[in-house]
């Protein structure tokens, strides 16, 4: 049974309430007592047996979210521990709606459709259409929350709860994205899009860490294939990155047993970035990616130095593209090396982002996961072409290098931009390569211009190349319409196409109904070579009908004067079942009235790390059939695969592994996981008792366990053996919010300086952030009036607290038995008095007139009690004091007689000062008496009253029995 002192006593409570209105409750009440004794103790020096249950503070730890703490009820005899349903639900952002009488909690999960009610009348949960019953013992009504066995949370609702004793922790691990999740990736997405606007500022821009030489990330990933067809084949891929010589430093090495081992087969840069220089911000040697006007399709060895920041000002517009990868692939959007989206493309493969588009060059970066594999990411780099920079600034890019062809071409590009008005950028530059035949030289021009409101056009003129013109219009419901044209100059050799013109239209639209949305683009482009024209039209429409989603698109190609060829491709994803993933793909000839492909895919998950996949495949043109099985299973370091493959007379096996590390966090700690780590940017965030508040950490000051924090961005990793918070996958150059709950620290004498703090991520390193945590000195006393009989509590007197120097630093004031504490004093001296302003209105005097005391060091924070004011009318005062107005401060009289020796009661004893504190706060609202809390033994005793003889005393005590309350007498000297 719950043999826990405030569970008790609210227990108590309830039934008083209920005997009250049914009479019939306190017979069976007593014959409950009778064949049931119940005994409870309130806690003191005295060795207690281990209650059945009590109530203990926990962290909640979500990875992504952070810390939370909330209070549960652990059953030590089954190690049991419940959750309260209420508190955590809302704590995840999980609807949730109780019951007048808490006996039920309703609501839904994810989504709408997904529907719960937690029953605790007939112990029944229902989630998403499943009835399941729970033992008796699985629940409880507080009557505060309705607590539940965590293990239900996970077997019910899948969210796993992992409660670790040692640290009094809870981690858990959802099976699904939880909404506090999915709010938190939408306003980052909406922060990182407000960054590009420039519509947020820091108030601090942190220096960045450099360092010699440190190394920090690598990703690694292999795979291997049998085949009965062909030999073996083996592929290894090892990314590393570091900072040397005060640069982000990454290198890829890929190797092929197929292949012969060449330069192409490294990859390696080296990046320098300070945003504070504005002649020289950025500098990259090794790999580089520059714009370019000519056709280059091998990588380019050199250097590049720009003054474009690395930080973003503000969005004038979106632009958008749209593309196919593989069904069910997630693609996510970086602008300027900063994610701002993510899609997964429907069963076609179809995917479409808006680019906002930003002041200065707009480097953009997709990211495509796959399933499995090396084929996990592909990065495909795109070129925004519309440019535009604030009036009066100047951006220039150079680019040297050379290209790693058959000719070792050199390359060379500059240019420079210049904005003249909001609405219009102009530049130009010089671009020369050595492989063209003629005309190596390029010099160019080009411009963007808003003349209206959602309308960009952008042009661009190359001697002896090309010249185009690009215009694009966006409506305000997402409708815009896109015309590009390009005319080569005949016999150019810059630009590897064969037509003199390309024009190309394309008309996207969003069709949205309640239960039907859709969207929709239409293209055309036309080729115009020196006897003949080339035309491709295409449609393609995506949409989602309920939980279905199907797509079609249709192309038609011709050549003027011929009949086109007509064919599509359609695909089917058809809702999840049972932890099923389906899909559907054709490719259909209209034109000859035959299906040419077929494929469908069949996925299922396994627990929570693993996918099982069949697919089967049938191109009947070119006669081939294949059938594979797949496999991938997820561990903490890693990904691994197995696939298997028979096509035709052909039977195929690849086994496959990847994961990453990252080195450097601190007390030699390696983080690995299956997700890529270079590139990226880490935390490694160290809170500790700042014993001497100097906001560093020195010798002997020990770390402090259980720090809550949030951060918007990354994943946060809660260390339980070093106490260290470490957080992954940030953006490197993007600044984030971190936000520390001073709420969980586990003393309430402990403050954080700092609790919301902007922080810059470095590429390939974890930043140290140290959290000094002060702990705080409380002061304790009483403000007492004299008078001819005794003395009373004198309430709502305000005492200010001055520094060694007299400099005002706080201010409490008496409640209304005239007792008074402050917390939040660093080690120091102080002086406490009695606001002179508030003593001379009240025309009363002071004494002692000011009391000096000392706050020393403590890890725990110092306590200082008994500081004592008395405070008396002077006689002559007497007639002006009864003459005071109405609207006088008013004082709730409680006489005290003025004794040297008093008899207090002491209702509980306390590890957690906290806990202490809520019993004092609950017998202050109850009796008008004082109240305080006694340091002693480690740990802190309430206590109330000041009686002058024992009998008083133990009549009080007996009143506090009558309301729920027990205690026990202690004798007391009047400075105690």
């Not at 821009?205 to 084949?233: I, N, P, R, V, Y």
């Not at 002060?774 to 004198?794: A, C, F, H, S, Y």
């Not at 520094?803 to 005239?818: F, P």
């Given at each position: 049974?719950?043999?826990?002192?405030?569970?008790?006593?609210?227990?108590?409570?309830?039934?008083?309430?209920?005997?009250?209105?049914?009479?019939?409750?306190?017979?069976?009440?007593?014959?409950?007592?009778?064949?049931?004794?119940?005994?409870?103790?309130?806690?003191?020096?005295?060795?207690?047996?281990?209650?059945?249950?009590?109530?203990?503070?926990?962290?909640?730890?979500?990875?992504?979210?952070?810390?939370?703490?909330?209070?549960?009820?652990?059953?030590?005899?089954?190690?049991?521990?419940?959750?309260?349903?209420?508190?955590?639900?809302?704590?995840?952002?999980?609807?949730?709606?109780?019951?007048?009488?808490?006996?039920?909690?309703?609501?839904?999960?994810?989504?709408?459709?997904?529907?719960?009610?937690?029953?605790?009348?007939?112990?029944?949960?229902?989630?998403?259409?499943?009835?399941?019953?729970?033992?008796?013992?699985?629940?409880?009504?507080?009557?505060?929350?309705?607590?539940?066995?965590?293990?239900?949370?996970?077997?019910?609702?899948?969210?796993?709860?992992?409660?670790?004793?040692?640290?009094?922790?809870?981690?858990?691990?959802?099976?699904?994205?939880?909404?506090?999740?999915?709010?938190?990736?939408?306003?980052?997405?909406?922060?990182?899009?407000?960054?590009?606007?420039?519509?947020?500022?820091?108030?601090?821009?942190?220096?960045?860490?450099?360092?010699?030489?440190?190394?920090?990330?690598?990703?690694?990933?292999?795979?291997?294939?049998?085949s009965t067809d062909s030999k073996t084949s083996s592929q290894f891929w090892l990314r590393t990155g570091a900072e040397a010589l005060y640069g982000e430093t990454n290198l890829q090495l890929y190797y092929s047993s197929l292949?012969?081992?060449?330069?192409?087969?490294?990859?390696?840069?080296?990046?320098?970035?300070?945003?504070?220089?504005?002649?020289?911000?950025?500098?990259?040697?090794?790999?580089?990616?520059?714009?370019?006007?000519?056709?280059?399709?091998?990588?380019?060895?050199?250097?590049?130095?720009?003054?474009?920041?690395?930080?973003?000002?503000?969005?004038?517009?979106?632009?958008?593209?749209?593309?196919?990868?593989?069904?069910?692939?997630?693609?996510?959007?970086?602008?300027?090396?900063?994610?701002?989206?993510?899609?997964?493309?429907?069963?076609?493969?179809?995917?479409?982002?808006?680019?906002?588009?930003?002041?200065?060059?707009?480097?953009?970066?997709?990211?495509?996961?796959?399933?499995?594999?090396?084929?996990?990411?592909?990065?495909?780099?795109?070129?925004?072409?519309?440019?535009?920079?604030?009036?009066?600034?100047?951006?220039?890019?150079?680019?040297?290098?050379?290209?790693?062809?058959?000719?070792?071409?050199?390359?060379?590009?500059?240019?420079?931009?210049?904005?003249?008005?909001?609405?219009?950028?102009?530049?130009?530059?010089?671009?020369?390569?050595?492989?063209?035949?003629?005309?190596?030289?390029?010099?160019?021009?080009?411009?963007?211009?808003?003349?209206?409101?959602?309308?960009?056009?952008?042009?661009?003129?190359?001697?002896?190349?090309?010249?185009?013109?690009?215009?694009?219009?966006?409506?305000?419901?997402?409708?815009?319409?896109?015309?590009?044209?390009?005319?080569?100059?005949?016999?150019?050799?810059?630009?590897?196409?064969?037509?003199?013109?390309?024009?190309?239209?394309?008309?996207?639209?969003?069709?949205?109904?309640?239960?039907?949305?859709?969207?929709?683009?239409?293209?055309?482009?036309?080729?115009?070579?020196?006897?003949?024209?080339?035309?491709?039209?295409?449609?393609?429409?995506?949409?989602?009908?309920?939980?279905?989603?199907?797509?079609?698109?249709?192309?038609?190609?011709?050549?003027?004067?011929?009949?086109?060829?007509?064919?599509?491709?359609?695909?089917?994803?058809?809702?999840?079942?049972?932890?099923?993933?389906?899909?559907?793909?054709?490719?259909?000839?209209?034109?000859?009235?035959?299906?040419?492909?077929?494929?469908?895919?069949?996925?299922?998950?396994?627990?929570?790390?693993?996918?099982?996949?069949?697919?089967?495949?049938?191109?009947?043109?070119?006669?081939?059939?294949?059938?594979?099985?797949?496999?991938?299973?997820?561990?903490?370091?890693?990904?691994?695969?197995?696939?298997?493959?028979?096509?035709?007379?052909?039977?195929?096996?690849?086994?496959?592994?990847?994961?990453?590390?990252?080195?450097?966090?601190?007390?030699?700690?390696?983080?690995?996981?299956?997700?890529?780590?270079?590139?990226?940017?880490?935390?490694?965030?160290?809170?500790?008792?700042?014993?001497?508040?100097?906001?560093?950490?020195d010798s002997g000051e020990r770390l402090v366990k259980g720090l809550a924090m949030r951060i918007n961005g990354g994943r946060v990793i809660q260390g339980e053996k070093d106490s260290i918070i470490r957080v992954v996958g940030?953006?490197?150059?993007?600044?984030?919010?971190?936000?520390?709950?001073?709420?969980?620290?586990?003393?309430?004498?402990?403050?954080?300086?700092?609790?919301?703090?902007?922080?810059?991520?470095?590429?390939?390193?974890?930043?140290?952030?140290?959290?000094?945590?002060?702990?705080?000195?409380?002061?304790?006393?009483?403000?007492?009036?004299?008078?001819?009989?005794?003395?009373?509590?004198?309430?709502?007197?305000?005492?200010?607290?001055?520094?060694?120097?007299?400099?005002?630093?706080?201010?409490?004031?008496?409640?209304?038995?005239?007792?008074?504490?402050?917390?939040?004093?660093?080690?120091?001296?102080?002086?406490?008095?009695?606001?002179?302003?508030?003593?001379?209105?009240?025309?009363?005097?002071?004494?002692?007139?000011?009391?000096?005391?000392?706050?020393?060091?403590?890890?725990?924070?110092?306590?200082?009690?008994?500081?004592?004011?008395?405070?008396?009318?002077?006689?002559?005062?007497?007639?002006?004091?009864?003459?005071?107005?109405?609207?006088?401060?008013?004082?709730?009289?409680?006489?005290?007689?003025?004794?040297?020796?008093?008899?207090?009661?002491?209702?509980?004893?306390?590890?957690?000062?906290?806990?202490?504190?809520?019993?004092?706060?609950?017998?202050?609202?109850?009796?008008?008496?004082?109240?305080?809390?006694?340091?002693?033994?480690?740990?802190?005793?309430?206590?109330?009253?000041?009686?002058?003889?024992?009998?008083?005393?133990?009549?009080?005590?007996?009143?506090?029995?009558?309301?729920?309350?027990?205690?026990?007498?202690?004798?007391?000297?009047?400075?105690?």
């Amino acid at each position: 049974m719950h043999n826990n002192k405030s569970f008790f006593c609210y227990l108590h409570f309830l039934l008083g309430k209920a005997i009250h209105q049914f009479p019939i409750l306190w017979i069976l009440w007593l014959a409950f007592f009778i064949s049931n004794p119940l005994k409870i103790n309130c806690q003191n020096n005295q060795s207690e047996e281990l209650p059945a249950i009590e109530e203990i503070p926990v962290s909640i730890r979500i990875e992504s979210v952070g810390a939370g703490m909330m209070n549960s009820l652990y059953e030590y005899e089954s190690e049991k521990l419940f959750l309260p349903v209420l508190e955590l639900f809302r704590f995840l952002q999980i609807k949730a709606e109780p019951s007048v009488t808490l006996d039920s909690i309703s609501g839904f999960i994810g989504k709408e459709e997904y529907r719960y009610l937690i029953d605790n009348h007939y112990k029944k949960i229902f989630f998403r259409g499943k009835d399941f019953s729970i033992a008796e013992n699985q629940s409880m009504n507080t009557g505060d929350d309705l607590y539940i066995d965590s293990r239900l949370f996970g077997e019910i609702f899948g969210l796993h709860c992992k409660f670790n004793f040692r640290n009094l922790s809870v981690t858990i691990k959802p099976d699904f994205e939880l909404p506090v999740i999915r709010k938190m990736r939408i306003e980052q997405f909406r922060k990182n899009i407000k960054q590009l606007r420039g519509e947020v500022e820091a108030d601090t821009t942190l220096k960045h860490q450099h360092e010699l030489w440190k190394f920090g990330m690598m990703d690694w990933a292999a795979t291997s294939t049998q085949s009965t067809d062909s030999k073996t084949s083996s592929q290894f891929w090892l990314r590393t990155g570091a900072e040397a010589l005060y640069g982000e430093t990454n290198l890829q090495l890929y190797y092929s047993s197929l292949n012969e081992f060449t330069n192409r087969n490294l990859q390696y840069y080296w990046r320098w970035v300070d945003n504070q220089n504005k002649v020289i911000r950025q500098v990259r040697a090794g790999r580089i990616s520059p714009m370019s006007i000519s056709s280059i399709y091998n990588p380019i060895t050199g250097i590049s130095i720009t003054n474009a920041s690395t930080l973003y000002r503000r969005s004038f517009g979106e632009y958008t593209i749209s593309d196919y990868t593989e069904p069910g692939w997630t693609v996510e959007l970086y602008v300027n090396n900063v994610i701002v989206d993510y899609q997964i493309a429907d069963a076609s493969g179809f995917y479409k982002f808006n680019i906002p588009l930003v002041y200065g060059a707009s480097e953009v970066m997709l990211k495509f996961y796959g399933p499995y594999g090396e084929e996990r990411i592909q990065r495909i780099f795109l070129n925004v072409p519309f440019s535009f920079l604030p009036p009066g600034e100047l951006e220039y890019t150079v680019n040297s290098g050379l290209v790693l062809d058959d000719k070792n071409s050199h390359f060379e590009r500059a240019d420079v931009k210049y904005g003249v008005k909001r609405y219009l950028t102009i530049g130009g530059g010089f671009e020369y390569l050595s492989s063209i035949v003629s005309g190596k030289e390029i010099p160019f021009i080009n411009a963007s211009v808003a003349p209206v409101r959602n309308l960009l056009i952008s042009s661009e003129y190359a001697k002896g190349v090309q010249t185009k013109l690009l215009a694009n219009y966006r409506l305000v419901s997402g409708s815009s319409f896109e015309l590009k044209y390009t005319h080569y100059v005949p016999g150019q050799q810059a630009v590897r196409v064969s037509y003199l013109e390309d024009w190309q239209a394309t008309l996207s639209m969003p069709v949205r109904f309640p239960k039907f949305s859709a969207y929709s683009r239409l293209s055309y482009r036309r080729n115009v070579y020196k006897t003949t024209t080339y035309n491709i039209a295409s449609i393609t429409l995506s949409s989602y009908i309920k939980k279905l989603n199907a797509s079609i698109s249709a192309y038609a190609n011709w050549m003027d004067g011929d009949d086109p060829f007509i064919y599509a491709n359609i695909g089917l994803g058809l809702p999840q079942w049972k932890g099923f993933t389906s899909r559907v793909q054709s490719q259909i000839n209209f034109s000859d009235n035959r299906v040419i492909s077929l494929r469908a895919e069949i996925e299922k998950r396994i627990l929570r790390q693993g996918y099982l996949s069949l697919m089967g495949e049938e191109n009947f043109q070119s006669k081939y059939r294949a059938i594979s099985l797949s496999f991938r299973w997820t561990v903490p370091f890693s990904q691994v695969n197995l696939a298997t493959r028979l096509s035709n007379n052909e039977f195929m096996i690849t086994e496959g592994a990847q994961g990453s590390f990252a080195f450097g966090s601190g007390k030699g700690y390696v983080h690995a996981e299956d997700r890529p780590s270079v590139g990226m940017g880490g935390l490694s965030i160290i809170s500790f008792i700042d014993l001497n508040h100097n906001y560093k950490r020195d010798s002997g000051e020990r770390l402090v366990k259980g720090l809550a924090m949030r951060i918007n961005g990354g994943r946060v990793i809660q260390g339980e053996k070093d106490s260290i918070i470490r957080v992954v996958g940030l953006i490197p150059y993007t600044d984030y919010i971190l936000t520390i709950d001073e709420k969980s620290l586990e003393e309430i004498s402990y403050r954080i300086a700092h609790k919301v703090i902007r922080i810059y991520a470095e590429p390939n390193q974890f930043k140290k952030i140290e959290i000094p945590v002060l702990p705080m000195g409380e002061i304790n006393g009483w403000v007492l009036r004299k008078d001819g009989t005794g003395q009373r509590g004198e309430g709502h007197i305000i005492i200010d607290i001055y520094s060694s120097i007299g400099k005002k630093i706080a201010s409490t004031i008496t409640e209304r038995d005239g007792a008074f504490s402050y917390l939040g004093l660093p080690p120091g001296h102080y002086i406490a008095r009695l606001d002179s302003a508030q003593v001379a209105k009240l025309g009363i005097v002071s004494s002692p007139s000011e009391i000096p005391f000392e706050i020393k060091p403590d890890v725990l924070g110092d306590v200082v009690y008994d500081l004592n004011f008395f405070v008396e009318r002077p006689p002559t005062e007497d007639k002006k004091i009864t003459e005071t107005p109405k609207d006088t401060l008013k004082v709730t009289e409680i006489r005290i007689p003025l004794v040297q020796e008093f008899y207090t009661l002491q209702t509980g004893a306390f590890k957690h000062k906290h806990n202490a504190e809520q019993l004092s706060e609950t017998l202050k609202r109850t009796f008008e008496l004082p109240v305080w809390i006694k340091y002693e033994n480690k740990l802190y005793k309430v206590r109330i009253g000041r009686f002058s003889d024992y009998i008083e005393a133990k009549n009080f005590r007996s009143m506090l029995r009558e309301k729920g309350f027990d205690a026990f007498i202690i004798e007391k000297k009047s400075n105690n």
